[in-house]
């Protein structure tokens, strides 16, 4: 199996994911005749690789145990002629979609949460492997009644007074704001989520889910100056 010259920062993880599901999908759609002649039934189990360099292959597994990397779906070329073609290849494609998130994450091993985060992200601003053969569309999202702050943004109060948002971007699929994509909540420790409702301390200037401080947006319209339970604390110590 052909491997990228080991890639490590998300952007590289990245990067190797979306050249393999080229490939891949390449081997799904445009290729699809081609591919669909390689997998007989009548030949060993056989695997879908994509590749880093956007191309794909039909193949037997690697042979070295444990493999360099995941591997992907083994036999699929037993089930083809037992189902119809368009079912076959959406078999495929969920299998394929489930190798590719395996090989970055395997990659990403050695990244931190926020990293993980952000590479998933990326990936899932992609259509899937499934999504493509299938041609399903990506369905927006709708926030919920309960899902936090009615104006869908972060809140925070300054030292005037004033209420300053970040708002979010509603466009299908959520963009973080890079003021806060590694803001973590001073209470119990969670990332920021451009749903939720948040709001930030003005002495300490550290950052809450309204929940975990028990501030509901209404609430928070009526302070004019937040100051969280462990800053509440100091203010009445000698």
Known sequence: MEMSSS??????????????????VRALTHDVDEFYGLCDPDKENLCLYGHPNETWEVTLPAEEVPPELPEPAL????????????????LVAVHSDSW????AFYLGARLNRNERKRLFSLINDLPTVFEVVTDRKPIKEKPTVD?????RGSTKRSNDGQVKSNPRIDDGYEEEEDEHSETLCGSCGGNYVGDEFWIGCDICERWFHGKCVKITP????????????ACSLRKGRP
């Open 218 to 229: 209404a609430k928070a319209d009526s302070i004019k100056q937040y100051k969280c339970p």
């Open 7 to 24: 890639p490590r920062t998300v952007e590289e993880i990245f990067k190797d994911y979306n050249a393999r599901r080229i490939g891949v």
């Open 75 to 90: 036999g699929i070329n037993f089930a083809r002629d037992g189902m119809n073609r368009r079912d076959w290849l959406s």
């Open 147 to 151: 899902s936090g702050s009615k104006s």
């Open 100 to 103: 590719l998130i395996s090989v």
